[in-house]
Every structure is written in C-alpha cells, then in structure tokens.
T-cell receptor
Framework: DTAVSQTPKYLVTQMGNDKSIKCEQNLGHDTMYWYKQDSKKFLKIMFSYNNKELIINETVPNRFSPKSPDKAHLNLHINSLELGDSAVYFC?????????????FGPGTRLTVT | AQSVAQPEDQVNVAEGNPLTVKCTYSVSGNPYLFWYVQYPNRGLQFLLKYITGDNLVKGSYGFEAEFNKSQTSFHLKKPSALVSDSALYFCAVRDYNQGGKLIFGQGTELSVKP
C-alpha cells in the first residue's frame, strides 16, 4: 500500500505550458506539503495545507497554485512553465501541524522544462 | 530563524566500520530534529527524530542519533555500515513558529565501499 503517491513520476514539457501534479495520501493525515528539490538536491518548502486550509505559502511565484479538494489530496498546478521550474517536486503529509510529527514523503515528480 | 547545517558534503566509510553523519542546528526554543534518507531516484524516508527525553534516539535500519544540547548537534550514527546504506542523508528541524515546515540541511552523500 502506497502511503503518499504522486502522479506523474516524470513530466517533460515545453516552456510556456501549464501542467499539474497530483498527490494523494492514504494515511488519514490532516496536513500535506509540497517541497521542491533543485539540481543540487537542496529541499525547500513551497506550500502546506492543514484540513484543506492553506498554512504555508513560501515565496513561490504565483504561477504555482496548490489546490486541496479534500484532506487526502493536494495538487500542484503550474502555469506558464519556465526553464527554472525544472526540479523534483515532493509531496509529503503528517498527522498534523504539531512539531513532533514526522512527515512522510511521496516518490517525487521529476519535472523537466525544455 | 531555525536552521540546520551539515558540514560534510560527502562521507566515505568502509563496510563494517562505524559511520557518523554530522548535523548542527540553530533554533530559538526547543529543537525538534529529524533525519531522513533519500535513495537514488526515490523519495525521502523518515529515519528518526528527537523531540524530548533521552539524548540517544534509535531509529530505522539500525541508525541512531545523539542529541547534544551544549554543542547544538544531532549527529547520525551506525555501529557497522552496510553498502546498502549508501544514500543521501538529510538533517532537518521543524519550525513550529512557521506552520511546522521542515527546514533541511544541504544533505550529506554517504558512500559505503565493500
């Protein structure tokens, strides 16, 4: 049973296109996150949602828009893709916002913009 | 602001030898510290965490970490390294003042040679 799943695993697209990445967790968690891992493997938070409510919105271009239709899903839509958006995007979830809760990560989506 | 640092980009160990992956932190208040491992082309897997209590924390796959408040360190250790431990290791601190996001170190590549 996959705890946190993401689709697609790979995404290759051209500059200017719009694309979405989907994330689902079957752990019954209340909180979900999107992280970006750049080419140097550095990980940075982008967004977090708790019970479908936006909690964290880091300094991310507004071309990136997260959507949480329910607690188990957090999708990421990206408009007008740019070369610099190429990265691996990870979805994660945790039981809640409490600092003691560990986060569980999906397998990642490798986005390549050409 | 909370931060963690991993002073070594790469650690090389012979199989069967003990390994240490270093992490230092800077937080205001009590630290909530985590270690994650990332195998090639995979998502991050939770290894262990320090919240409070015993300074020696045991985790998955035989790993443990020692919390040292005076040295503000949280080093990851294993008594006997396996080739299969070769991966990228991340130390992270949970920022409970900013929506509970994880702040990651830059990662340490562990290479275990037979």
């Amino acid at each position: 049973d996959t705890a946190v799943s993401q689709t697609p695993k790979y995404l290759v697209t051209q500059m200017g296109n719009d694309k979405s990445i989907k994330c689902e967790q079957n752990l019954g968690h209340d909180t979900m996150y999107w992280y970006k891992q750049d080419s140097k493997k550095f990980l940075k938070i982008m967004f977090s949602y708790n019970n479908k409510e936006l909690i964290i919105n880091e300094t991310v271009p507004n071309r990136f828009s997260p959507k949480s239709p329910d607690k188990a899903h957090l999708n990421l839509h990206i408009n007008s893709l740019e070369l610099g958006d190429s990265a691996v995007y990870f979805c994660a979830s945790s039981r809640g916002l409490a600092a003691s809760y560990e986060q569980y990560f999906g397998p990642g989506t490798r986005l390549t913009v050409t | 602001a909370q931060s963690v640092a991993q002073p070594e980009d790469q650690v090389n160990v012979a199989e069967g030898n003990p390994l240490t992956v270093k992490c230092t932190y800077s937080v205001s208040g009590n630290p909530y510290l985590f270690w994650y491992v990332q195998y090639p082309n995979r998502g991050l897997q939770f290894l262990l965490k320090y919240i409070t209590g015993d300074n020696l924390v045991k985790g998955s796959y035989g790993f443990e970490a020692e919390f040292n408040k005076s040295q503000t360190s949280f080093h990851l250790k294993k008594p006997s390294a396996l080739v299969s431990d070769s991966a990228l290791y991340f130390c992270a601190v949970r920022d409970y003042n900013q929506g509970g996001k994880l702040i990651f170190g830059q990662g340490t590549e562990l290479s275990v040679k037979p």
